[in-house]
């Protein structure tokens, strides 16, 4: 059981239940008082870089235009019928049923 500021021994760290920004920067200024100002900038760069990315959402965006790249060279090349889905959802419209297996009545 844990108690106080320590932590039991089966626990390695404690992670936050929901991803969101200020898990990222507290996660970062953990990490920068931990190393130091000067440690700090070469030790905690993946969490100072995860912090940008939670932010910024740049590979979100990047994944989501090499997929559309992608797509398109393949129209292009014959190997599919329209570059995007026909029917596909307007944003916001879609909601997905998790429970279509598994139904209460």
């Not at 940008?52 to 398109?72: F, L, P, Y």
């Not at 995007?84 to 998790?98: I, M, R, V, Y």
Request: proline share 5%; glycine share 6%; aromatic share 10%.
């Amino acid at each position: 059981m844990a108690s106080g500021n320590k932590l039991g021994e089966n626990f390695q760290t404690l992670t936050p239940i929901v991803k969101a920004p200020l898990s990222d920067t507290l996660s970062f200024f953990r990490c920068m008082e931990a190393y130091g100002a000067k440690l700090g900038r070469k030790y905690c760069d993946l969490e100072h870089r995860d912090f940008n990315e939670c932010i910024t959402g740049d590979k979100q965006k990047k994944r989501a235009e090499a997929i559309a790249s992608q797509r398109r060279k393949l129209f292009l090349e014959g190997k599919l019928d329209s570059p995007f889905l026909d029917n596909h959802p307007e944003p916001g419209q879609f909601k997905t049923d998790h429970f279509q297996w598994n139904r209460i009545n």
